[in-house]
């Protein structure tokens, strides 16, 4: 695939506002505020460790959890031409050495101390210009690392200031993890273009009152998020009341779907706010955009949007013929912001696929995402399910990502994992565990009724069990399947 070079204008844009505007604020944590000098002044340190102790261009594993100083080790390997490696901080130690052994990674940073390891065979050198290797998820397996070009996330920056009108000192909200490509706006733009970043801490992600408070205090204007977030601020802010959040101006949400409560309560503690759907994978980063119109009721599934400027999309049915019209298949998106493949280029070769160009010029990438795409006459797209989550139960052919969608139109739900777990009799049982709102009284019998509703007989779950602590999530933010069957699989199949 094209490799770029390896000056990051993004750096140099943030570091630049250290000059510009040396006192102003650039992240907010936990109360405390780094100025852009700060920030410039611990790059420095992190760059002069990287300098004595890492060779040139090599991939560094930056190991700690999302802090001030985790951005400014993160800024350093920018500014310095080293691909920063993202693992999650939820990954277990075996899978974080198997990613950096994917990478061909020997370099490890946690707080000050370096370690170095011998790289394992397997996978691949990054390619040259790499700015930073995102991870998978991991819920199929060893989590892959993804390359992100220096001219991707320059690409995807400039879009996005504009996009979001997101300028000198506006508050941005920064949710994820920053292994998430969501940081590609809620941090790398704002602070490319002299915003404030207001770092949530992990500890207040499943606090409705700590994120309501953190949208308040700071007078956040743009906003995105995973689903969750707003399920937990929307059921928040109806319990304590407070007024609305008239300084937001933008409210993004991806990474799953919309439960029509929290879409709901974010539209009226929003009113000025413009609300955007949006889709992407970890691997293309964001790909289409859909601005919810407020006059409208929105129907279910949302539509995914309008391609970002220079993506390209096609739909392909099951027999590997590519749809023109009205249709439903595999999704496969082509865009400025991609990464080059994984590391590993074996495991590369069944999602990246390279489509010659007619004249024998260089060719298209496009990208596999295993999502099944709906386009309608007019041409909308909709998200139906993953590929990877259609299941058999007793012979009928189950997608779990719909029953999680009927699940999440409870008023009352926040998360819902639906998955399946071995049973005697059935050979497969289908299951959930759905978090309830704190002071709900929700039953499973009440969650049965109301899936019967909407699914056919053979789509509801046989165990439906609610709980209040959040659900089990992978490093990229998604409700963790296998994770729920380990916990539920002994219940799930000895219940009646």
């Known amino acids: 695939m094209t490799r770029t070079g390896r000056h990051s204008e993004t750096a140099d844009s943030v570091l630049r506002w250290a000059d510009k505007t040396p006192e102003a604020p650039a992240l907010w944590w936990k109360g405390t505020t780094t100025s852009y000098r700060e920030l410039a002044d611990a790059t420095a340190d992190a760059r002069a460790r990287l300098d004595e102790h890492v060779p040139a261009g090599a991939t560094v ?6 802090s001030p100083g985790t951005v400014a080790t993160a800024l350093a390997c920018l500014a310095t031409g080293r691909p920063a490696l993202l693992p999650s901080p939820t990954l ?8 950096m052994a994917e990478a061909h990674c020997a370099y490890a940073l946690a707080g000050t101390a370096i370690t170095v390891t011998a ?6 050198a990054v390619p040259p210009g790499t700015a930073l290797v995102l991870t998978t998820s991991g819920s199929t397996g060893i989590p892959k690392a993804v390359p992100l070009p220096h001219r991707a996330v320059d690409a995807f920056t400039d879009w996005a200031a504009d996009a ?3 300028a000198e000192s506006t508050p941005v909200l920064n949710y994820a993890p920053l292994n998430f490509d969501l940081c590609l706006l809620d941090v790398w733009t704002t602070l490319a273009h002299g915003g404030q970043v207001v770092l949530v801490d992990p500890s207040t992600a499943a606090s409705g009152r700590g994120l309501l408070r953190l949208l308040r205090t700071h007078r956040i204007e743009v906003v995105q998020a995973v689903p969750l977030c707003y399920a937990l601020v929307g059921a928040q802010a109806r319990v304590e009341g407070g007024g609305p959040l008239g300084s937001v101006r933008h409210a993004a949400f991806t990474g799953d779907v919309m439960p029509e409560q929290a879409l709901a309560d974010l539209a009226e503690l929003m009113p000025g706010a413009r609300l955007h759907n949006i889709y992407g994978c970890t691997e293309t980063n964001d790909s289409l955009i859909h601005e919810v119109d407020r006059s409208l ?8 949007g309008r391609p970002l400027p220079g993506v390209r999309l ?8 590519v749809l023109n019209g009205p249709g439903s298949g595999e999704l496969e998106v082509s865009t400025p912001f991609q990464s080059t493949g994984y590391a590993d280029p ?4 069944e999602k990246f696929v390279l489509e010659a160009a007619a004249d024998g010029g260089p060719g298209t990438w496009w990208f596999r995402t295993g999502d099944l795409v709906a386009r309608d006459t007019d041409g909308a797209l909709r998200l139906i399910g993953r590929l990877d989550h259609q299941v058999k139960i007793r012979g009928v052919a189950v997608n779990t990502g719909e029953v999680e ?3 999440l139109e409870h008023p009352e739900v926040l998360e819902a994992g639906v998955t399946t777990v071995p049973d005697p009799v059935e050979g497969r049982r289908l299951i959930a565990v759905v978090r309830l709102e704190d002071c709900s009284t929700v039953t499973s019998l009440d969650l049965k009724r109301h899936c019967t509703a909407r699914l056919a007989r053979g789509w509801v779950p046989g165990l439906l069990m609610p709980v209040t602590e959040p659900l089990p999530r992978t490093g990229t933010g998604k409700v963790d399947r296998r994770m729920i069957a380990q916990t539920v699989a002994a219940p799930a199949a000895t219940a009646s």
């Open 164 to 166: 979001f009108g997101i």
């Open 314 to 321: 096609r739909l392909r049915d099951p027999d590997g013929r």
């Open 405 to 407: 969608q009927v699940l």
């Open 346 to 349: 074996s495991r590369a070769a």
């Open 297 to 304: 009721t929105q129907s279910a599934p949302m539509p995914l």
């Open 119 to 124: 790289p394992a065979h397997g996978g691949g």
């Open 61 to 66: 594993a930056v190991l700690d959890d999302k």
């Open 92 to 99: 277990p130690p075996d899978q974080v050495t198997a990613v």
